[in-house]
């Protein structure tokens, strides 16, 4: 089955505790993108990746890392996490044409 | 910004009515996607309309598209309590495909049985 999976699906932690939430698609496309959702604001794109070890900041990078070693994963990174950054987040990978969208992970950072 | 914004915010109908959202976006666009959340869940695509096309059918959905007025619309007819979910437009500006999507605000819709 074509999938997007993201882990965990759901995270507590504490202000500066590095974590990382993994994305992984199995429909070999080469754009993948990241995405928090917040309410009242929409979607709002965070990094994407135009393929493997091509990276480029979105609309809100600021204190998010990527990496897009492997075709297939793009782990999105929070150093140093704060309570800011609680929200929902997605990733996404692309056809070219339409957006594949993870189940979403729902951060609270304490 | 170039996020589209769509209109209303909420929208609260009966079943077997017809729903209508309105998305506006400000910058010359490749092609204009509607997508469909479930509370707190992924998005997933209804349909795509590119800038040369005026309207678009599938199923119970059709969208129309001006790009003079920078608007779309989508219409879900005959409504059911199913479709109770948030829609949200997203916007590939230029020649970008559908790499670099904008998505708007959404519209919070609620089909009542």
């Known amino acids: 089955e074509a999938q997007v999976t993201q882990n965990p699906r759901y995270l507590i932690t504490v202000t500066g505790k590095k974590l990382t939430v993994t994305c992984s698609q199995n429909?070999?496309?080469?754009?993948m993108s990241w995405y928090r959702q917040d309410p009242g604001l929409g979607l709002r794109q965070i990094y994407y990746?135009?393929?493997?070890?091509?990276?480029d900041k979105g609309d809100v990078p600021e204190g998010y890392k990527v990496s897009r070693k492997e075709k297939r994963n793009f782990p999105l990174i929070l150093e140093s996490p704060s309570p800011n950054q609680t929200s929902l987040y997605f990733c996404?990978?692309?056809?070219?044409?339409?957006?594949?969208f993870g189940p979403g992970t729902r951060l609270l950072v304490l | 910004s170039q996020q589209g914004e769509e209109d209303p915010q909420a929208l609260s109908i009966q079943e077997g009515e017809n729903a209508t959202m309105n998305c506006s976006y400000k910058?010359?666009?490749?092609?204009l996607q509607w997508y469909r959340q479930n509370s707190g869940r992924g998005l997933v695509h209804l349909i795509l309309?590119?800038?040369?096309?005026r309207e678009k059918h599938s199923g119970r959905l059709r969208v129309t598209l001006d790009t003079s007025k920078k608007s779309s619309s989508l219409l879900i007819t005959a409504s059911r309590a199913a479709d109770t979910a948030s829609y949200f437009c997203?916007?590939?500006?230029?020649?970008?495909?559908?790499?670099?999507?904008?998505f708007g605000t959404g519209t919070r819709l609620t089909v009542i049985p």
């Open positions: 996404a990978s692309s056809s070219l044409k339409t957006q594949y």
């Open positions: 429909m070999n496309h080469e754009y």
């Open positions: 990746s135009m393929n493997v070890e091509v990276t």
């Open positions: 910058t010359s666009i490749n092609n």
């Open positions: 309309i590119r800038s040369n096309e």
């Open positions: 997203a916007t590939a500006p230029g020649l970008t495909g559908a790499n670099n999507l904008f």
